[in-house]
């Protein structure tokens, strides 16, 4: 993997460290965006073949790129919200049964719990780091798996930690969850696109993605998965198009009871978006070309000297083993002032995020080594 950033329209005056607030767009996928976007002004020409073939082969892109074996457990949505309460809506939970999440997880993967929790009389269970940085990654994984026990319905997490990119062992908490029946729900924003992700490998119930971030799409769309624990499920909204049979407009009102297979359900209405559905589709093809195996190489290698040098300064930085290298939070050691900082990165246009107590640092190949040497030049 080489230095893309002529693919993209970044300027060069500024440093631009934050994919994990929102990824810059490929010229490609604008491209593809802009035409889209005239489509509308001949309506005559969107045919009704348009509102089924784009979204399949959306599909198809995203259960290439996270390694799914049938692309029919796909949905199109528009938020991550919606994805993971089409996933709480279809899981059954009981009196007494506990709900597992992260501490500090997004809010889009725990508010929809807190309400199915407070319905049914369930709990949720933050499981939360250790306090000392000592072993922080590997403790706070075994914290997970300690906590999940015969009470557990659902472990609802990220791959890894949106503010500080922790990374979670999925493929042992899986484990884990499969032996007391627990549904395993992962939301992939911050991760799937610039980390390998296999569903054939982790066999998640759900996997929920924004699209704006590290699949480089454009806002208000995403991806979901769901296995085929969920096929008989109830979606969150009735869309017309989601039925059986739903190709032929003359018969719309012969009314279909029959959901079409699998996952088809969930996608959100007017899921044929003219405009975004082939933006993303462009994204992931770039993705599947580049590979998530080198995007991560890629970042790890422009920024391993930086966080030696940080490291030497007395920043916290979670051991490489733990974390992920498109996305790493920075914890300031006392010397550090966290205000005068910030001003410098932005007097500098340097761009990152304040997350929690982490500077978050989310690199992709749009950056260079040049890059995290303006970014550490700050720290003096
Ligand atoms: C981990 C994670 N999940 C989800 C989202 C976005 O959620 P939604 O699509 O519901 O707005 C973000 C945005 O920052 C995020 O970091």
């Not at 749009?366 to 040497?373: A, C, E, M, T, V």
Request: glycine letters at 6%.
């Amino acid at each position: 993997m080489q230095h893309q950033k002529h693919l993209f329209d970044l300027s060069n005056d500024i440093t631009y460290l934050n994919g994990a607030y929102m990824s810059p767009q490929l010229q490609s996928v604008t491209e593809v965006g802009l035409m889209a976007v005239t489509q509308k002004a001949k309506p005559y020409k969107i045919t009704g073949e348009d509102f089924f073939t784009q979204k399949e082969i959306l599909k198809q892109r995203f259960a290439t790129l996270v390694g799914a074996l049938d692309y029919k457990n796909m949905a199109i949505i528009p938020s991550v919200s919606y994805g993971i309460a089409n996933a709480a809506q279809n899981i059954p939970i009981h009196m007494g049964d506990e709900i597992l999440v992260v501490d500090e997880q997004f809010p889009s993967n725990v508010y929809i719990w807190q309400e199915v929790a407070q319905k049914h009389g369930a709990s949720i269970k933050i499981i939360k780091p250790p306090v000392s940085f000592k072993n922080r990654g590997a403790l706070w994984n075994q914290n997970i798996l300690d906590a999940i026990t015969k009470k557990t319905t659902v472990v609802a997490m990220p791959h890894i930690h949106w503010a500080d990119g922790t990374l979670f062992d999925l493929k042992t908490i899986r484990e884990r969850t499969k032996s007391v029946d627990a549904f395993l729900i992962i939301d992939g924003t911050q991760s799937v696109g610039a980390l390998p992700f296999s569903i054939d490998e982790i066999a998640p119930d759900a996997l929920i993605c924004g699209g704006y971030k590290w699949l480089l799409g454009p806002y208000s769309i995403g991806m979901a998965y769901y296995s085929d624990a969920f096929n008989e499920g109830i979606p969150i909204e009735q869309n017309w198009m989601n039925r059986y049979n739903s190709e032929d407009f003359t018969g719309l009102t012969q009314y279909e009871n029959r959901y079409k297979e699998k996952a088809a359900r969930y996608s959100v209405g007017e899921s044929s978006n003219f405009v975004l559905t082939p933006m993303l589709i462009r994204a992931i093809e770039q993705l599947i070309e580049w590979t998530p195996a080198a995007i991560q190489d890629y970042c790890k290698r422009i920024s391993e000297e930086a966080v030696e040098y940080l490291k030497q300064l007395g920043c916290f930085i979670e051991d490489d083993l733990y974390r992920a290298h498109h996305l790493f939070g920075i914890y300031l050691p006392n010397h550090i002032d966290l205000e005068l900082l910030k001003s410098k990165l932005k007097r500098e246009d340097i761009f990152v995020s304040y997350r929690g107590n982490a500077i978050r640092v989310s690199p992709n190949v749009y950056n260079s080594k040049i890059d995290f040497d303006r970014l550490t030049s700050q720290f003096n």
